[in-house]
């Protein structure tokens, strides 16, 4: 991409820099002009789009050579080792490859199925056996292998099936001897009734089928366009709209760990494209879904083979192509770039999310493009406000895309200035309206120097969402988005009376950035400067949240700099005059005279707040001096991290992050944010080193800052007491019913029926508690 902006004359930059959608066409007409007459970006499409040059396509030597490693590994003992060589090698193979008299492909699901064996991954064992089985539904082994699986599953009657028929397949004599010995033991022990049904690794998405509860109407406002807003009173925690995307892309950082089409996190026993070697899938379901193909048969079992009257019905059930898939419900989105080509792998996930959208949109239509119908999504754009320098990238972008488009599609689509402007254009709606999807992962380490549960949040894909991109920004939500496997969810987190706006978070909210910040995030990201009412109002979090101590220890009042004043003070001049006081009654905590202050500077010009003076009492604080005793202490609590990520937690080290502790509290205000994550760092050294009591009380600390923050009943609020739930569960606290109580109270106001299946380590949380829970009354959902 350097190389390529390198080449463009400077007058051409120019000219596409200063763009707008007016001369767009004219732009894009100098630039693909330049561009198809330039060697290096013809190269440049030659290595992203034919596929005898492609890294991804498959490579039948390469995948014998990790079979020979995976050999070695299993020889050796090293299980770990022979699992990922015989998963990158069913990678790589291609699926007509053949190894000896039997389906390469074949062999290597029977050899990762014995690695699963050796490490008791039994369910796993069995679906790959009968993957194995599919293709060449004679593989004596693999019915071998099988009837092992089975018979450890308890599932004796399947076993007996299959190693009956593994000694009719089976040539050698000997072979069929030892056979017959696991057949006699097996049918000699009890006979047991359960079966393993569950083939497919894909997300559940139980209680998927709750009913939206409220309509929506499109409205349009002067400050903030079209949005979304309520038709009628909608009470707390509805769900109040459901979509699938149009179109999805997984980012690159989740590829290896998370299903390329129902993005849940990938099991051990991966199934990858038949076409390609970049995608993964957690189940055939999901690959015939994306459009990576479905197994076929191996060439040299396509004659019929007799199996035995009694074996027959068995062997048909178990070896039918048609039981690892089912027919394909949406548009193949992965098909358009099978093949081995490379550009899929090397592109930004925003272009092939663009290429996805266009594919899309010409399968639906059936018709080539034109003017009139490339503009699919209908949203706004920011191209006049996006920066030069990714202005330019976008207009490359967009002309590589079509060229690798061209060659993918079945049909001749045009690469011409039209067909660029519009490109460009969707590339631009994309960066401002694609959602992000997240997923929640509990992580919950065991051990005696595990620190407590935690949720982490991992952004694993990126897709648009025609209704659901119609909701608008608020950095105080009154909505939550969230997605089990690739549906969105939107549910109501207060009550939202006819006609307000829906509003959810794209990221910043009150409590978490102060207000310049949050409009700073806003303005780079998505070109609009923020008007809710958290930007627009006085609330305490963005008063205190970076704000420092007053210099008099026994005054509470607020510490500002310059710019938190500016914005501060700003909110007073617009028509917003009231003032919001978030967190409940810990507010009443805080010397209120600090807004009183800032309200009396709206109607007495003669009246001036200076940085660094206090707002309640007036004394100078020393700004200078007190940063650079937070850099001091913040060093302390890097320095504690990186011990807690090393799993060595000197003494000296959590001493001096302690003496830390009491610097911040001393030079910044009581509810600043950086002492909430200093304390929450330092809870879990001592929870590392076993000092779970002075864990629980910094913890406790930290949720009482964020409260004032975020609110009392704020989904940050649920997630840092599943932390102290945990801590108080390892004390035998009985505290814990109440914190347990009041963490499923928030994540049902923002997940509703949905609170497991986002967080299934709550229910876990709940059974755990339940000896200390027996005098707290359950929740109802």
């Known amino acids: 991409m350097e190389k390529l902006k390198s080449l463009l004359p400077d007058e051409l930059k120019r000219m596409v820099w200063n763009s707008t959608v007016e001369n767009l066409p004219a732009a894009s007409s100098s630039l693909l002009e330049f561009l198809l007459n330039l060697p290096q970006f013809h190269q440049m499409v030659r290595d992203l789009a034919a596929p005898e040059d492609s890294l ?43 190894d000896g008299d039997k389906s390469l492909v074949a062999a290597l699901f029977l050899n990762r199925a014995s690695v699963f064996h050796r490490q008791g991954l039994l369910k796993e064992c069995l679906r790959d056996c009968n993957r194995a089985l599919q293709i060449s539904p004679s593989y004596s082994k693999a019915w071998y292998r099988r009837g092992k699986a089975n018979a450890a599953l308890g599932n004796r009657q399947e076993a007996i099936l299959d190693l009956g028929v593994a000694k009719d397949m089976e040539i050698s004599l000997a072979g069929k001897r030892q056979i017959e ?7 000699s022990q009890r006979q047991s009734a359960s079966r393993i049904v569950d083939q497919c690794s894909q997300i559940s998405t139980g209680g998927a089928d709750e009913p939206c509860q409220s309509s929506l109407s499109c409205v349009t406002t002067h400050d903030k366009g079209r949005g979304m807003a309520a038709q009628c009173d909608i009470p707390q925690s509805s769900l109040i709209h459901k979509e699938e995307p149009y179109a999805l892309v997984i980012l690159k950082s989740s590829r290896e ?118 503009i699919v999504l209908g949203f706004s754009h920011n191209y006049s406000l996006i920066a030069q320098g990714t202005k330019l990238e976008v207009h490359i972008y967009a002309s590589v895309l079509l060229c690798c488009l061209q060659h993918a599609l079945g049909f001749e689509l045009p690469v011409n200035a039209i067909y660029l402007s519009q490109t460009v254009i969707l590339l631009s709606q994309i960066r401002v309206n694609a959602m992000a999807i997240i997923h929640m992962k509990s992580v919950d380490p065991r051990g005696p120097h595990a620190f407590t549960s935690t949720v982490e949040q991992v952004t694993v894909g990126q897709a648009i969402y025609k209704t659901g991109s119609m909701f608008n920004h608020s950095c105080q939500p009154n909505i939550n988005a969230y997605f089990l496997s690739r549906t969105l969810f939107v549910r109501t987190t207060e009550v939202v009376q006819t006609g307000f706006p829906l509003e959810l978070s794209y990221g910043p909210q009150v409590g978490q950035w102060d207000c310049c910040d949050r409009l700073q995030i806003l303005e780079d990201k998505y070109s609009f400067r923020c008007r809710c009412s958290g930007c627009s109002e006085l609330n305490i979090a963005d008063l205190v949240l970076n704000a420092f101590h007053c210099a008099n220890p026994d005054c509470t009042g ?34 209120v005279k600090s807004l009183v202050c800032l309200n009396l500077m709206s109607n007495n010009s003669s009246c001036h707040i200076k940085p660094a003076s206090c707002l309640n009492c007036g004394h100078y604080c020393n700004l200078d001096a007190a940063r650079e005793a937070v850099d001091n202490a913040l060093s302390c609590m890097h320095s504690l991290e990186d011990a807690i990520a090393s799993k060595e937690i000197p003494s000296m080290v959590l001493s001096d ?14 509810y600043n944010k950086r002492i909430a994550e200093a304390e929450d760092k330092l809870a879990q050294g001592f929870c590392w080193t076993g000092d779970l009591r002075s864990s629980k009380a910094l913890c406790s600390s930290s949720i009482k800052i964020l409260e004032v923050l975020y609110g009392n009943d704020h989904i940050v609020i649920g997630y840092e007491l599943i932390k102290l739930a945990t801590i108080q569960l390892s004390l035998d606290d009985p505290e814990v019913a109440k914190t347990i109580t009041r963490l499923e109270k928030i994540f049902l106001r923002y997940f509703g029926a949905h609170a497991n299946l986002v967080l299934p380590h709550l229910e876990t949380l709940k059974k755990e508690s339940l000896p200390l829970h027996r005098q707290f009354s359950s929740v109802e959902i």
Not at 181 to 187: H, P, S, T
Not at 315 to 329: C, F, I, P, Y
């Open 558 to 591: 607020v510490v500002l700099d310059a710019p938190v004043i500016k914005y501060e003070t700003g909110k007073l001049t617009s028509s917003h005059k009231t003032s919001r006081l978030n967190g409940g009654s810990e507010v009443k905590k805080i010397n």
């Open 657 to 670: 992050a302690s003496r830390s502790l009491g610097l911040l509290r001393s030079v910044l205000h009581p």
């Open 257 to 374: 760990s998370h299903c390329h089409y129902c993005l849940g996190e990938l099991p051990l026993d991966t199934v990858p494209c038949l076409s390609c070697s970049i995608p993964l899938y957690c189940s055939e379901r999901c690959r015939a879904q994306a459009g990576g193909g479905s197994l076929v048969r191996h060439q040299e079992e396509q004659r019929d083979k007799s199996y035995g009257d009694s074996l027959e019905k068995h062997v048909m059930e178990v070896t039918s192509l048609h039981n690892s898939t089912t027919a394909v419900e949406c548009f193949p989105e992965h098909k358009h770039e099978c093949g081995g080509v490379h550009w899929p792998a090397v592109l930004p996930p925003d272009v092939v999310l663009a290429g996805r959208i266009l594919a899309k949109h010409l399968s639906q239509t059936g018709i080539l493009m034109n003017p009139e119908t490339l």
């Open 181 to 187: 010995c696991e057949l006699n033991m097996i049918i």
């Open 56 to 98: 991804c396509a498959k490579n039948k030597a390469a995948a014998m050579e990790l079979k020979k490693k995976g050999n070695q590994c299993y020889s050796n003992g090293d299980y770990a080792a022979a699992l990922d060589c015989y998963s990158q090698a069913l990678r790589v193979a291609p699926q007509e490859a053949g």
